[in-house]
């Protein structure tokens, strides 16, 4: 009912954009008489767009908003990895991720194959104005203390694209994993964080989503952690197959 309401609107507000006639022009060269570009059928379909775009977000925010929370701890997600659960937040290698808006926000320490690896998730339950997953105040890594080294790439790990980072600070040199989950949908670029959220308060069913980074040091090259984190991401998302088995 709503929507067929606002289409009525929409069509019924074109109807004064236009004039009942097209005019018609003659080009004084040519001798050749033209029909104005200016058409009704133009300038109708033209309103009812602008229009449509400036309802867009009053119809999408209508949607229901509500708190969405995470099943699973990530220490339970990681507790089958061995290493001693850390209920503080910690970040001990100094990457400096800052999710300020979040409701909560976790990390784990872990010893896997030789080498010391984090793990860190910050969980929005109820995504609002200034309390988002993608928004200006948040960032993956401190870049006034690491630097990129290279550019961004895509790695797939258990099925989930993800996003690679190589950092530096010093002699330091950090390989970072990170990517974000909207209602269970894993999630690569901004992008599609901000359509995924449109679309899940438009169904209904919330607008919850996390971001996760997982990162650790390497002395020779960034692959030698790779099937380390390939570890941690299987642990994070088997508990989806075991559930769904």
Same mark, same amino acid.
């Given at each position: ?33 033209? *029909? ?22 009053? *119809? ?10 995470? &099943? ?81 790439? %895509? ?38 964080? %901000? ?34 984190? &390939? ?11 075991? %559930?769904?088995?």
């Amino acid at each position: 009912v709503f929507f067929g309401v606002v289409m009525l609107l929409l069509f019924w507000l074109g109807s004064f954009f236009h004039d009942p006639a097209p005019k018609v022009v003659i080009d004084e060269d040519s001798g050749s008489d033209d *029909v104005n570009k200016n058409s009704p059928v133009t300038q109708t379909i033209f309103s009812t767009a602008l229009i449509a775009i400036l309802v867009a977000p009053v *119809v999408l925010s209508s949607g229901t908003n509500t708190p969405v929370k995470p &099943e699973q701890s990530l220490s339970v997600l990681l507790n089958g990895l061995g290493m001693s659960q850390r209920e503080q937040l910690d970040d001990p290698l100094q990457i400096g991720m800052n999710y300020p808006a979040a409701d909560t926000a976790s990390s784990v320490t872990l010893e896997l194959g030789g080498k010391t690896v984090f793990a860190y998730r910050a969980d929005y339950y109820q995504q609002g104005q200034g309390k988002e997953l993608v928004y200006y105040g948040n960032r993956v890594f401190d870049d006034n203390k690491l630097r990129r080294i290279g550019g961004q790439r %895509k790695v797939t790990s258990s099925g989930v694209t993800i996003n690679a980072l190589e950092l530096e600070a010093g002699n330091r040199r950090l390989l970072v994993w990170y990517w974000y989950d909207v209602a269970g949908t894993p999630l690569d670029n901004e992008l599609a964080v %901000k359509l995924a959220t449109l679309r899940t308060r438009a169904l209904h069913v919330g607008s919850g989503g996390s971001v996760y980074i997982i990162g650790g040091g390497y002395n020779h090259g960034a692959e030698e952690l790779e099937p380390v984190f &390939e570890q941690m991401m299987a642990a994070i998302y088997s508990y989806d197959e075991q %559930k769904s088995d």
